[in-house]
């Protein structure tokens, strides 16, 4: 701290310049400001932040479909906002971000923001020698119970993957089903994929187009609680199955569904219906005592005003790339905290790594942790981002390395080139475009 700062700090308040105020970095500013795109199997946008020291700092800035919307939007927007700040000042660069670009909210400003946030808990950590999550309060337990993807177009390929999944040391397992009289169902591994085929990778993905998939929500209500039976009926009663509606119904036949699935005692069932109208989970819980997870798409603690305050969730599925950061999901988790509400943060493929580590430093540290989503990375992925989070026995620990923990490989990102890759669209099978 410099002698001029100190002076600073008897000054009265209203006569502090911006940028006066005292710095905890020690004249420590940011520098440098880059955003890295690459596509070790898929895309992903990184932004790196090195501060006048030379210690950097990586966030995520991945949004799905949507990656270079992010680049320009941090590129041609923030970056040269953040040159010279305090790299130390996380909340109040999280403020100017937020409260400076008059346009709230949305997954687009919300995700870069929480890039920036996460370098900047990063650069923390380095600098400090801890690992993030000691910055947040510590360790609340061991390590973190993970559950991973199952699928299978029939029976026998949804207890193969389960089985693979088991093996692997899962303790806890999604399941997702073909419909019969259907085509590709999104999260599901494509027919003739053997046992544990992954559904995330598929080339079917890449391209100029998203594909076409064909929906029958009532097909679909009368087939899954027939897998749950059967797998709940192979696996016994303890193992935590999950499965995810990917918002494809109503609320009623939401509580339908639940109500249908309630002899199977599943650990969740996400994403039931939009939540766009929170409301609308009032009927839902009405309905059926099923747990309910639910927050994906959501990107501010706004979006769960009603859900938290009213019970209607058991589990906020936010991630910390698409909800502002470390420091706006910990908000989130406080509020939700006083409901008995959990986490089950996002953790598919499409939260690279630097994501996937940032919601492991913080489900390590906050008291109301539930399950952590985890899909292996592909090895090409992992070429370029070195973690040094870990998997043993079906729990996550983020290492404790300082900071994030993930290193990015400069050489091996720049060989892997973006391309376009989308989502699919889902239509009934009268032509209507639904949710997919
Ligand atoms: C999940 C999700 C993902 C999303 C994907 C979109 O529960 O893991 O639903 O599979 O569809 O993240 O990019
Ligand atoms: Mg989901």
Redesign the pocket.
Known sequence: MTTDQHADESAPVGARAQGDLVSSAAGTTIERVEVLVTNPTRNFVTLRITTSDGVTGLGDATV??RELAVVSYLRDHVAHLLEGRDPWRIEDTWQYLYRGAYWRRGPITMSAIAAVDMALCDIKGKVTGQPVYQLLGGATRAGLLAYG?ASGAEIPQIFESVHEHLEEGYRAV?VQTAVPGLGQV??VAAAGASGAGRY?YEPARRGLRPTEEQWDTRAYMRHLPTVFEAVRAEFGPELPLLH?G?HRMTPNQAGQLGRSLEPYDLFWL??CTPAENQEGLRRVRALTSQPLAIG?IFNSIWDYQTLITEQLIDYV?S?VTHTGGITHLKKIMDFASLYQIRSGF??????SPVGQAAALHLGLAIHNFGIQ?Y?RHSDETLSVFRTSYTFTDGLLHPGDTPGLGVEYDDEAGAAFEYSPAY?PVNRLTDGTMHDW
């Open positions: 799905n479909g993807h999604r999104y999260g995330d995810d990917h996400e994403d994906e599925r991630a996002h953790g598919p493929t499409d939260i989503e899909m989502l």
